[in-house]
C-alpha cells in the first residue's frame, strides 16, 4: 500500500472516536442511531489500529507532523511498535466495554428501571474518553501528551460521577482532586523543561536533554515521574485509586481499572527509555516493589470484590514498574508484555464483578455464596481472568511474571533479586486474595440470612417461594429444611436473574476472557513482538532519527528502522548553549533501512 496513504491512518486513529463523540452527542434523542455510531466508530478505530500494527512492525514507525510543520516547531504524531500495540490493546478493550454498557442501558431502560449509563450522556463522553487514550499513545511531543491526559481525564470525570449520586459524587471528589493535582505538576514540568532547553517534542528532547546541566535534567526527570507515577497509581501515590473507582457503574469501572492507569504507564515507558535511559532504575525497583507489597496487602483484607480488585490493580502495577526500573531490553519487554495482560484481565473481572452485582444485588463477599451452582457460566467467566490474574500456570499472567523475573536474574544486582522475592511473596497473596473472593461468591452455600434479604430486597415473600403462607415455625417445618428450601428458593431467583442477562454483557465479557486467553496461546508471538519493541526502544536513535528525518512537506513520511539496525544515531540536534534557540533537524539521506522482525 502506498505509504503516503498508510500514513493517513494516523490522525484518523484519533479523528475516529472524535468525530463519533460530535455526532453522537447530535444524535442524542436517537438512542438506538447513537448506539450504532458508536460502536462503528471504535469498530473502525480497531481495524485502523490494526492495519497501524502490522504497517510498522514491518516498515518502521509512522510519522506525520500536523499542518506540514516538522518537529519540533509543530504537533507530531508517531506510531512506532508500543504505541501501536497499546493503541490495539486499548481499542479492544473500549469496543468491548462499550458493547457491554450499550446492553445494560438497553435493559435497564427495558426493564423500566434507572440505567446507571444515561445514553445521551454516556455515548459521547465514552468516545472522548477514547479519543483522549488514543492520542496519548500517538502523542510525539510532551505538551501533546498533557492535552491528551486532560482530555480523557475531562471524559473520566463526568463517567465517574454518572447518575450524580451522593456516594458517587463523594468517591469522586478525590480523584478529581488528584488528577488536578498530577496535571499542574505535569504542566510545571512541561514549563521547566521548556525553559530549560527550548522545546517540548519528544525526539528534540532526547538530544538536548543532554546540554542541561545534571543536576536539572535529573529534577526535570523527577517531577515528570511524579506527574506520571500519580496516573499510573504508583505507590506512595496510589491511596486515591481504591475509594474512586468501585461506586462508578460497572463498565466505567472496567475501562478505568483496565486503561487508565496504563497511559501512565506507558508515558512512564517512553520517557525512561526515550529521555532518561538508564535513570531512576533504583528508584523505580523500589517504588515497584513497594507498590506490589502495600497493593497485596490492602486487597487480603477488603470485604468486597470491586475494592478487592481495586487493591490488586495497584499492587500489579508494581511489576510494570519494576520491568520499566530494570532498564534493559528484557524487562521493558516484559513490562509491555504485562501491560496488555493486565489490561485485558482487569477489564474481564470487572465486567464479570458487574454481572455478578446484578444477579445477586451485591458485591460484598459476606452477602455473597452458592453462585457457582445457580451461576456456572458466570463462575467460569470470573474464574478464567481471576486465575490469570494470580499468575497460575500456563496463563498470561503467569509467563508475564516469568519474562520479569528472568529478567531481573540476568541483571545479577541485589536489589532486582530483592524485588523478585516481593514478587513471588504478592503473587502468593494475590492467589489467596483470588481463591478466597471465588470461594466465598461462588463455592460456600448462601450464608445464613442473606437468602431471607435477598428475596425480601426483590419484594418476594420467602415463605410463598417455598409453598408456605404462615411462618416456618407455624408451619411445624424443622429448621434445617426450611434453610434447603429457602436456599433452593434462592437458587432459583439467581437462575432467573441470570437467565435475564442481556446476551451483549456476557457476550462482552466473554469476549475478553477470549481475548486473555489468545494472549496465553499466542504468548510466543507476542512476546517475540514485545521483544522487538523493547530493541527499539533501547535504541533512542531509533525514534529520534523517525521523527526527525520526516519533513513536514509530506516528504520521507513514513521513516525509521524497526528491529534490526538503525540509521546512525544522529542527535536530534545540534547541543546548543542557547535553550531559546531553535533546532535545525539533522537530514538523513536515503529511506531508512528497514529490517524488521514481522518483514
Known amino acids: 500500500m502506498n505509504p503516503s496513504s498508510m500514513v493517513a491512518l494516523l490522525p484518523l486513529a484519533v479523528v475516529l472516536p472524535m468525530a463519533g463523540a460530535g455526532v453522537t452527542l447530535i444524535a442524542s434523542r436517537r438512542p438506538k442511531l447513537q448506539r450504532m455510531l458508536s460502536v462503528s466508530a471504535l469498530a473502525a478505530q480497531l481495524v485502523v489500529a490494526l492495519a497501524m500494527l502490522v504497517w510498522v512492525d514491518n516498515n518502521g514507525a509512522m510519522v506525520m507532523h500536523i499542518g506540514g510543520w516538522s518537529a519540533p516547531f509543530g504537533i507530531t504524531l508517531v506510531a512506532d511498535r508500543l504505541a501501536a500495540f497499546m493503541l490495539v490493546v486499548s481499542t479492544t478493550v473500549t469496543l468491548a466495554v462499550l458493547v457491554y454498557a450499550i446492553a445494560q442501558g438497553r435493559e435497564d431502560e427495558g426493564g423500566g428501571g434507572e440505567s446507571e449509563t444515561p445514553v445521551?450522556?454516556?455515548?459521547p463522553t465514552f468516545l472522548i474518553l477514547a479519543t483522549g487514550v488514543s492520542n496519548a499513545f500517538l502523542s510525539g511531543d510532551l505538551f501533546n501528551l498533557f492535552v491528551s491526559f486532560e482530555i480523557l481525564l475531562t471524559a473520566s470525570y463526568?463517567?465517574?460521577?454518572?447518575?450524580?449520586?451522593?456516594?458517587?459524587?463523594?468517591a469522586g471528589a478525590p480523584y478529581i482532586v488528584v488528577s488536578l493535582l498530577s496535571s499542574i505538576i505535569f504542566l510545571s514540568a512541561i514549563a521547566l523543561?521548556?525553559?530549560?532547553?527550548?522545546?517540548?517534542?519528544?525526539?528534540?528532547?532526547?538530544?538536548k536533554l543532554d546540554t542541561v546541566p545534571p543536576g536539572i535534567k535529573a529534577t526535570l526527570g523527577a517531577v515528570l515521574l511524579v506527574a506520571f507515577g500519580v496516573k499510573a497509581a504508583v505507590f506512595p501515590m496510589s491511596a486515591w485509586l481504591p475509594d474512586s473507582y468501585p461506586t462508578a457503574p460497572a463498565p466505567v469501572t472496567a475501562v478505568f481499572a483496565g486503561l487508565l492507569t496504563k497511559v501512565g504507564v506507558y508515558a512512564i515507558i517512553r520517557v525512561q527509555t526515550l529521555l532518561f535511559p538508564g535513570s531512576y532504575g533504583t528508584l523505580l525497583m523500589i517504588a515497584g516493589g513497594l507498590t506490589m507489597l502495600v497493593g497485596i496487602l490492602g486487597a487480603v483484607v477488603q470485604p468486597g470484590i470491586k475494592r478487592l480488585l481495586s487493591f490488586t490493580l495497584v499492587s500489579h502495577i508494581g511489576y510494570m514498574i519494576f520491568g520499566v526500573g530494570l532498564a534493559s531490553a528484557a524487562g521493558i519487554s516484559a513490562a509491555i508484555f504485562y501491560v496488555a495482560h493486565h489490561i485485558l484481565v482487569q477489564t474481564a473481572l470487572f465486567l464479570a464483578s458487574g454481572l455478578i452485582e446484578r444477579v445477586a444485588g451485591t458485591t460484598m463477599l459476606a452477602r455473597l455464596g452458592g453462585l457457582a451452582s445457580a451461576a456456572p457460566v458466570l463462575a467460569v467467566l470470573f474464574f478464567i481472568p481471576a486465575m490469570n490474574l494470580a499468575g497460575v500456570p500456563p496463563l498470561s499472567g503467569f509467563l508475564g511474571k516469568v519474562g520479569l523475573f528472568e529478567a531481573a536474574l540476568a541483571d545479577g544486582r541485589v536489589l532486582p533479586l530483592i524485588v523478585v522475592g516481593v514478587g513471588a511473596l504478592t503473587s502468593l497473596l494475590t492467589l489467596y486474595a483470588i481463591v478466597r473472593m471465588w470461594g466465598r461468591t461462588f463455592w460456600r452455600p448462601v450464608p445464613e440470612g442473606v437468602d431471607d434479604d435477598h428475596q425480601h430486597d426483590h419484594g418476594v415473600d420467602p415463605d410463598t417461594q417455598v409453598g408456605r403462607t404462615t411462618t416456618g415455625a407455624e408451619s411445624g417445618m424443622s429448621t434445617g429444611t426450611r434453610k434447603r428450601a429457602t436456599r433452593a428458593a434462592a437458587r432459583r431467583r439467581t437462575q432467573d436473574e441470570v437467565a435475564r442477562l442481556p446476551g451483549g454483557m456476557i457476550g462482552a465479557t466473554t469476549a475478553m476472557v477470549a481475548v486473555g486467553l489468545v494472549l496465553t496461546i499466542g504468548a510466543g508471538p507476542v512476546y517475540a513482538f514485545t521483544q522487538r519493541a523493547a530493541d527499539n526502544l533501547m535504541d533512542p536513535a531509533v525514534y529520534v532519527n523517525a521523527v526527525t528525518s520526516t519533513t513536514g512537506d509530506g516528504e520521507d513520511e513514513l521513516r525509521g528502522s524497526v528491529g534490526g539496525t538503525a540509521p546512525d544515531?544522529?542527535?536530534?540536534?545540534?547541543?546548543?548553549?542557547?535553550?531559546?534557540?531553535?533546532?535545525?533537524?539533522p537530514a538523513v539521506d536515503g529511506p531508512a533501512e528497514t529490517t524488521g522482525g514481522g518483514s
Do not use: C, M, Q, W
Open 120 to 123: 445521551s450522556i454516556f455515548h
Open 569 to 585: 544515531p544522529a542527535p536530534a540536534s545540534e547541543p546548543t548553549s542557547d535553550p531559546s534557540a531553535p533546532s535545525e533537524a
Open 193 to 207: 523543561i521548556y525553559a530549560a532547553t527550548g522545546t517540548v517534542n519528544l525526539a528534540d528532547l532526547a538530544g
Open 158 to 170: 463526568v463517567l465517574l460521577t454518572l447518575g450524580g449520586t451522593k456516594e458517587r459524587l463523594r
